[in-house]
């Protein structure tokens, strides 16, 4: 089955400095990408996500990078804020799968 | 729109006692799953439903059942709590394989 390995699980960063978290993924008939963010206390939510097909997908401060040959995606966050301070997981799932697999999660602190 | 509603949302319960852990989705959706989330050990499915007749198991189901009731609701059942099942337990739901996973607001239970 999929394994997903995220790193770091923790990771802080002042605010206004960027922060890039990785996932490597096994099983290359994966090509669903979604990123969860989830503040203390709350669900996760999907923040951003990335099929197969692109190789890197933004959304304001946000972007999503892929590449399919080394199995690996990225979540970068530009001039982060404390409001970005949360655990971000991120997942990986085949079109034919119901069950998307999760990293660990990273916390990422973000100091003001 | 409510999204995915879970019930209780706290929960504290005696060794050995059962109790039932409601879901329900109004987004029309076919998948519906449970997670349970710990400390350090990132979001474990327990039980999914692909579609409405269909359960199956996920990485960590001793110890539950689950009854996929109808398409909206997928309820979650401890028959004799342990408490190595106190965590916090999160339902969710998505349009189908391959698609994005929408999460309930969590279900924090405890087992003295």
């Known amino acids: 089955g999929e394994n997903v390995e995220q790193h770091p699980s923790t990771l802080s960063v002042q605010e206004g400095d960027s922060a890039v978290i990785k996932c490597t993924y096994s099983d290359s008939a994966s090509n669903y990408f979604p990123w969860y963010k989830q503040e203390l206390g709350k669900r996760p939510q999907l923040i951003i996500d990335i099929r197969s097909n692109v190789g890197e997908k933004k959304d304001q401060r946000i972007a999503v990078t892929l590449n399919k040959t080394a199995k690996h995606f990225s979540l970068h966050i530009t001039e982060t804020q404390p409001e970005d301070s949360a655990v971000y997981f991120c997942a990986a799932a085949s079109g034919g799968s119901y069950i998307p697999t999760f990293g660990r999660g990273t916390s990422l602190i973000v100091h003001p | 729109n409510a999204g995915v509603t879970q019930t209780p949302k706290f929960q504290v319960l005696k060794t050995g006692q059962s109790m039932t852990l409601q879901c329900a989705q109004d987004m029309n959706h076919n998948s519906m799953y449970w997670y349970r989330q710990d400390p350090g050990m990132g979001l474990r499915l327990i039980y999914y439903s692909a579609s409405e007749g269909t359960t199956d198991k996920g990485e960590v189901p001793n110890g539950y059942n689950v009854s996929r009731l109808n398409k909206r609701e997928f309820s979650l059942r401890l028959e004799s709590a342990a408490p190595s099942q106190t965590s916090v337990y999160f339902c969710?739901?998505?349009?189908?394989?391959?698609?994005?996973?929408?999460f309930g607001e969590g279900s924090w239970l405890t087992v003295v």
């Open positions: 969710a739901s998505a349009r189908g394989e391959g698609n994005t996973i929408y």
